[in-house]
């Protein structure tokens, strides 16, 4: 496995819909063991092969496993979704605004509103066919990593975009800790 290098918005192949993976043989497998590396070392909950310049239609999906993750999350603690060709299937009327930031645009945050729940098909790392109902976070995470596969990035959509300070990110470590009391 390697860790691949993340790109940036300055690079075009991030703002290009991607191609329809057509192959599922061990070159694509390595893709997918490559990205998963790379996600952890980032660290991230989300990333898309055009972010590790490769222009084609698959993204992953892990949230955080460890004990808050596990309370926040539950059984979708940990779990790693693995979507080539993704596509919503549903999307709920009720939009809800959240914080996101990316891997690609380090050291910004912007207020993004998305669709509460989802329903998203798509194949699994073997090709097979999968489709999946996600709720809150998990929703957020699926239709913020397949906007990637679109060449779109969250600061085409967000409401506002700031870089947070250190009392930021004080405060929202606080509003986590309160939420799981």
Same mark, same amino acid.
Do not use: N, S, Y
């Given at each position: 496995m390697a860790n691949l290098p993340i790109i940036q918005p300055d690079n075009p192949i991030l703002r290009k819909r &991607?191609?329809? *993976?057509t192959s599922f043989d061990a070159k694509f497998q390595t893709l997918i063991d490559d990205m998963l590396e790379t996600l952890e070392k980032a660290p991230g909950v989300g990333l898309a092969a055009p972010q590790v310049a490769v222009p084609l239609r698959v993204f992953i999906a892990r949230l955080p496993d460890d004990e808050e993750g596990k309370k926040e999350f539950g059984d979708n603690a940990g779990v790693l979704y693995v979507f080539a060709n993704p596509e919503f299937v549903k999307t709920s009327k009720e939009m809800v605004e959240g914080i996101e930031g990316c891997l690609s645009i380090p050291g910004? *945050?912007?207020t993004v509103e998305r669709h509460e729940q989802v329903v998203i098909?798509?194949? $699994?790392?073997? #090709?097979k066919p999968i489709k999946i109902k996600a709720? #809150?976070?998990?929703?957020? *995470?699926?239709?913020?990593?397949a906007d990637h596969l679109d060449g779109r990035l969250y600061i085409d959509i967000a409401k506002? *975009?700031?870089?947070? =300070?250190?009392? $930021?990110?004080?405060? =929202?470590?606080?509003? $986590?800790? &309160?939420?799981?009391?």
């Open positions: &991607a191609r329809k *993976v910004w *945050v912007g098909r798509g194949q $699994d790392r073997f #090709g709720k #809150g976070w998990l929703a957020r *995470v699926f239709q913020h990593e506002e *975009v700031w870089q947070p =300070t250190e009392e $930021d990110e004080e405060e =929202t470590a606080l509003a $986590d800790q &309160a939420k799981a009391e």
